[in-house]
């Protein structure tokens, strides 16, 4: 192969590996936020990212083709019975932490986790994706306002949960807190 030639061919993938480094790390949260564990996510994040340099030509917008791809690749790994099982195992540690957590986000990935798993999709994908309600709607073949419903509802459920802890736990200590209103 000539300079040049390598030269292109590299250029060609750097918006691949541009595209793996910024999203790398919201799939595998994504993809933890879709019951899988990990290494289970990581996995699937490959075999995305492997069967979208593999096209014969790059899509039009690489990162709604990466993500579609991820959720889809994702939903079948966990079909699996054997797989089903080590996930359910695996639950207890749905937020591996480094353990630098403070005690409120501790009790906000709490409230994240005991949200239904569609509500739970939809919070992840708008907040750490930052997709927008269409967008998610898209990819997840649902109407734009069922989509904006399950955040909305998954978003109150977190905010009336942290509440009852905190006011709970502020009446032991004599402080009154309550969260503000998000709307």
């Given amino acids: 192969m000539s300079l040049s030639v390598t030269m292109a061919a590299e250029m060609d ?5 541009d595209l793996f480094e910024s999203k790398a790390d ?26 979208l340099l593999h096209l014969k030509e790059r899509p039009e ?9 991820f959720r889809n690749r994702a939903i079948n790994y966990r079909r699996g019975f054997l797989r089903r099982m080590l996930r359910e195992m695996e639950s207890k540690r749905w937020f591996e932490g480094d353990g630098t957590m403070d005690e409120r986000e501790e009790s906000a990935v709490s409230c994240l986790k005991e949200l239904p798993l569609d509500q739970r999709e939809v919070i ?60």
């Avoid at 993938?13 to 590996?17: F, L, R």
């Avoid at 899988?36 to 490959?46: G, K, N």
């Fill in 61 to 69: 917008n690489p990162a709604a083709y990466l993500l579609g791809t």
């Fill in 124 to 183: 992840v994908l708008k907040i750490w994706h930052r997709l927008t309600f269409a967008e998610i709607a898209q990819h997840l073949d649902l109407p734009p306002n069922t989509v904006a419903s399950r955040y909305r509802y998954g978003l109150l459920k977190i905010k009336t949960q942290l509440n009852e802890r905190f006011l709970h736990e502020s009446r032991y200590s004599g402080i009154t807190t309550v969260l503000p209103d998000t709307a």
């Fill in 13 to 17: 993938t750097q918006w691949a590996e």
């Fill in 26 to 51: 919201s799939l595998i949260l994504y993809g933890r936020s879709l019951g899988l564990s990990h290494f289970e996510a990581e996995d699937v994040v490959q075999d995305s990212f492997h069967a």
